[in-house]
């Protein structure tokens, strides 16, 4: 029987045994014990920890409520694979255990973004956005999509006097 064990053959609550005397007719009834498994997380280059969760075999609950962090990122759920970004599961989720061995889900992350728009005065001003390793972001129509960390402007234009700040998004 799929995700049991056989623990062995009853009369009630009497169990056969090696020297169970029988004398006379009598009905034995196989009697399985449910297998239980563990549904392992993996923060999937995120941070943190999680216990495992207990399932028994055909069993329905709710996952456990996500635990791990991933800088500048959002968890969108749950996956089967590390290589797969498909949600399966979102947090919280029902989750049947239909699995003879021991389950893993992975986190799925999703890079949080930020527009960022500067208003010039004067129009033509020139800006320029660097990243804290130093690296110059790039500009689609005037708007900044920037993921989360520090960054550094520069706003300059010819006749006013050069105007430079952090940006913690």
Do not use: C
Not at 47 to 60: C, D, H, L, N, V
């Amino acid at each position: 029987r799929t995700g049991h064990t056989f623990d062995g053959w009853y009369n009630g609550e009497d169990k056969l045994e090696a020297t169970t005397v029988i004398d006379g007719d009598v009905t034995y009834t196989a009697h399985w014990t449910v297998n239980t498994y563990k549904l392992n997380f993996d923060a999937n280059r995120g941070t943190g920890t999680m216990p495992a969760q207990e399932f028994s075999y055909g069993e329905k609950k709710a996952i456990s409520k996500n635990l791990f962090t991933r800088e500048g990122y959002r968890f969108i759920g749950w996956t089967s694979s590390s290589y797969s970004s498909t949600v399966y599961y979102e947090d919280e989720a029902e989750y049947t255990f239909n699995s003879t061995y021991n389950q893993t889900l992975y986190a799925v992350w999703e890079e949080v973004k930020y527009s960022l728009r500067f208003a010039l005065t004067p129009a033509d001003a020139t800006v320029v956005v660097k990243n804290a390793n130093g690296s110059t972001q790039s500009a689609t129509d005037g708007v900044y999509n920037l993921s989360e960390g520090k960054y550094t402007y520069t706003v300059s234009a010819y006749g006013y006097e050069t105007e430079t700040g952090e940006i913690d998004l």
